[in-house]
């Protein structure tokens, strides 16, 4: 009887397996499309309530006395060969290859591709693979972002270069980059971004979208020829400052060892206990540095300082992510027939 059930055992383990990965209709972003919620909509909203007051509950009665750093265990990736391959930049090339690659696709089928959203690359790649895709890949696995952002991949490029013509010499004004701005410009852009999303029409639209995709090409190199490179990546570009809040859930992190190498760096990157925690300009310059494998989430715990503009691109987030799914429902079809 044992020689039966284990071999049918295991054929109906391989059975379940090849179903699994039999094709079948998947269902993703829809283009200027409404879905029906499969409940109630109350039920989501009371959902969504509760788990906002239980939150605050376990907060107010976890937490007390004064915030306190803490040590968490961590694995330095960096300890091993193979890693330390497959992070070289010539391992690395290849990649950054196929993310400016992707970056002229995007254009290129905007601009000459068919004009049906659902036939043209640009809008399912930007709205779905990219947007959706890579956020919840750098909220889970770490910032692969700050790798395969493609305008600081051709502008790093652009810097290696002009050093090779003029050596000794950094291309750019490298403007002192005021204080006071803080990341309000890359509030403004993703607040940009987000009404594009979420309330132009023409969000599909494959033309507009390789016309927005150069719009922004121009505002990033301007701002990183104008204030330097990391400068504008951690202040001025929408979606390295985002994606940046992101990984902090990640089990991911950068880190720089040298406190020599943070005294040369372009902002204020230590934090209030020593730590150069995912500083992605001295991690770049820096001969002791880590590639650290961490529990997740605990990048929380190392905020920064939370200003205004701060706070302002929290809240962004997240009412640009409820007033998406908010806007599909039958009651925001109620509401704007008000209108």
Same mark, same amino acid.
């Given at each position: 009887?044992?020689?039966?059930?284990?071999?049918?055992?295991?054929?109906?383990?391989?059975?379940?397996?090849?179903?699994?990965?039999?094709?079948?209709?998947?269902?993703?972003?829809? !283009?200027?499309?409404?879905?029906?919620?499969?409940?109630?909509?109350?039920?989501?909203?009371?959902?969504?309530?509760?788990?906002?007051?239980?939150?605050?509950?376990?907060?107010?009665?976890?937490?007390?006395?004064?915030?306190? &750093?803490?040590?968490?265990?961590?694995? =330095?990736?960096?300890?091993?060969?193979?890693?330390?391959?497959?992070?070289?930049?010539?391992?690395?090339?290849?990649?950054?290859?196929?993310?400016?690659?992707? #970056?002229?696709?995007?254009?290129?089928?905007?601009?000459?591709?068919?004009?049906?959203?659902?036939?043209?690359?640009?809008?399912? +790649?930007? @709205?779905?693979? @990219?947007?959706?895709?890579?956020?919840?890949?750098?909220?889970?696995?770490? =910032?692969?972002?700050?790798?395969? =952002?493609? &305008?600081?991949?051709?502008?790093?490029?652009?810097?290696?270069?002009?050093?090779?013509?003029?050596?000794?010499?950094?291309?750019?004004?490298?403007?002192?980059?005021?204080?006071?701005?803080?990341? @309000?410009?890359?509030?403004?852009?993703?607040?940009?971004?987000?009404?594009?999303?979420?309330? $132009?029409?023409?969000?599909?639209?494959?033309?507009?979208?390789?016309?927005?995709?150069?719009?922004?090409?121009?505002?990033?190199?301007?701002?990183?020829?104008?204030?330097?490179?990391?400068? &504008?990546?951690?202040?001025?570009?929408? +979606?390295?400052?985002?994606?940046?809040? +992101?990984?902090? !859930?990640?089990?991911?992190?950068?880190?720089?060892?040298?406190?020599?190498?943070?005294?040369?760096?372009?902002?204020?990157?230590?934090?209030?206990?020593?730590?150069?925690?995912?500083?992605?300009?001295?991690?770049?310059?820096?001969?002791?540095?880590? $590639?650290?494998?961490?529990?997740?989430?605990?990048?929380?715990? =190392?905020?920064?300082?939370?200003?205004?503009?701060?706070?302002?691109?929290?809240?962004?987030? #997240?009412?640009?992510?409820?007033?998406?799914?908010?806007?599909?429902?039958?009651?925001?079809?109620?509401?704007?027939?008000?209108?």
């Amino acid at each position: 009887m044992r020689r039966l059930v284990r071999p049918a055992l295991l054929g109906t383990g391989l059975a379940v397996v090849l179903a699994g990965l039999l094709p079948t209709p998947a269902y993703a972003h829809g !283009f200027g499309e409404r879905y029906d919620l499969p409940v109630p909509l109350s039920y989501f909203v009371v959902g969504g309530a509760a788990a906002v007051v239980v939150s605050f509950i376990l907060v107010g009665t976890m937490v007390r006395g004064e915030s306190q &750093w803490f040590s968490y265990p961590r694995l =330095n990736l960096l300890r091993y060969p193979l890693a330390r391959m497959l992070l070289s930049e010539p391992a690395l090339l290849p990649v950054k290859l196929f993310a400016v690659f992707l #970056l002229g696709l995007v254009v290129a089928a905007g601009l000459v591709g068919d004009s049906r959203p659902v036939d043209n690359f640009s809008p399912t +790649f930007i @709205w779905v693979i @990219w947007w959706v895709g890579m956020g919840f890949f750098v909220a889970l696995f770490g =910032n692969l972002w700050a790798l395969v =952002n493609p &305008w600081k991949i051709l502008y790093g490029w652009f810097e290696g270069a002009y050093g090779l013509l003029r050596p000794g010499h950094a291309p750019g004004l490298e403007k002192d980059y005021p204080e006071r701005l803080g990341m @309000w410009p890359a509030v403004a852009l993703f607040f940009a971004f987000a009404w594009a999303e979420n309330a $132009f029409g023409g969000s599909a639209d494959p033309r507009r979208l390789a016309a927005m995709a150069l719009t922004y090409t121009v505002i990033t190199f301007g701002g990183m020829f104008i204030f330097g490179k990391h400068r &504008w990546l951690r202040h001025g570009e929408a +979606f390295s400052v985002v994606f940046g809040f +992101f990984s902090r !859930f990640s089990i991911v992190e950068v880190r720089n060892i040298l406190p020599e190498v943070c005294g040369e760096c372009s902002q204020a990157c230590r934090a209030e206990d020593g730590r150069c925690v995912d500083c992605y300009e001295c991690f770049q310059f820096s001969e002791e540095r880590e $590639f650290n494998l961490r529990p997740p989430a605990v990048g929380l715990h =190392n905020p920064g300082r939370v200003t205004g503009d701060v706070m302002a691109m929290v809240i962004l987030l #997240l009412a640009t992510v409820t007033f998406d799914g908010f806007s599909a429902t039958p009651e925001w079809l109620e509401v704007q027939s008000y209108f």
